[in-house]
């Protein structure tokens, strides 16, 4: 399927990535969208193949902030511009967070979410269910998070549960370096290693190198987030 085709989705559906960003890179922050805030996140990635050549993949993903601790979102997955993905999907869903424990210098918020929505190739009914736990050192401006995913083949191409693996460290107001990472073998079974830059609080980019657990050959992945 390809991406161009669902860029539409970048001025109808809408997230929000204020305070913190809705996703890490790849896998869901425990961060949700701040209420009546709305933002959009494309991520696109590019590698080479010996059976489809040169190829490009990636999603579109938006949410809207309900509540301070609810948002919704929509999202378009493994977008290609290729035929290889019989698992394309559109997903609807929410996202939950609970705040733990604050002080001054620890921070500890847990989340679930839920998504779930038509095969856009004619598959199952995709649905992804998660929940997950981070910890903020604030005095080390890092970030862990830790959690729990299952999805089934419309989402990840396969029945099965990860788990998810989350480290975020601000460098600056403007820098973080970030990591993330899937367990298995499935689609989003990867690490990502990024750099995230925002250059104004409304916008967030990324850079990074998205390395697949099962194979050997990773690709170059960039991630736009807009606030609006």
């Known amino acids: 399927m390809n991406i161009m085709h669902f860029l539409v989705f970048l001025f109808f559906l809408s997230g929000g990535m204020a305070k913190g960003q809705s996703l890490i890179v790849g896998i869901p922050s ?3 969208t701040p209420k009546d805030k709305k933002a959009i996140a494309f991520e696109l990635q590019s590698d080479k193949s010996k059976k489809f050549g040169d190829q490009l993949s990636g999603f579109v993903f938006s949410t809207y902030g309900v509540s301070d601790s609810l948002e919704v979102g929509a999202s378009v997955l493994n977008l290609s511009n290729t035929s290889r993905n ?3 999907s559109l997903i609807l869903g929410y996202k939950k967070n609970f705040n733990l424990k604050e002080s001054s210098s620890v921070k500890f918020v847990g989340a679930i979410g839920q998504m779930a929505g038509p095969s856009l190739v004619g598959e199952a009914l995709a649905h992804w269910h998660y929940a997950l736990v981070s910890q903020e050192l ?3 401006s890092l970030r862990f998070t830790q959690g729990l995913s299952y999805a089934n083949r419309s989402v990840y191409g396969q029945n099965v549960p990860s788990i998810m693996l989350g480290l975020e460290h601000r460098w600056t ?3 973080m370096g970030v990591i993330d990472w899937y367990s298995g073998d499935h689609d989003y079974a990867a690490a990502i ?3 995230q830059y925002r250059p104004v609080h409304a916008l967030l980019a990324f850079l990074g190198w998205k390395q697949p657990n099962y194979k050997s050959t990773g690709s170059v992945m960039t991630e736009i987030a807009y606030e609006f």
């Open 86 to 88: 019989s698992n394309d």
């Open 193 to 195: 290693y990024a750099i």
């Open 30 to 32: 425990s961060d949700v």
């Open 173 to 175: 107001d403007k820098w």
């Open 138 to 140: 604030r005095a080390l």
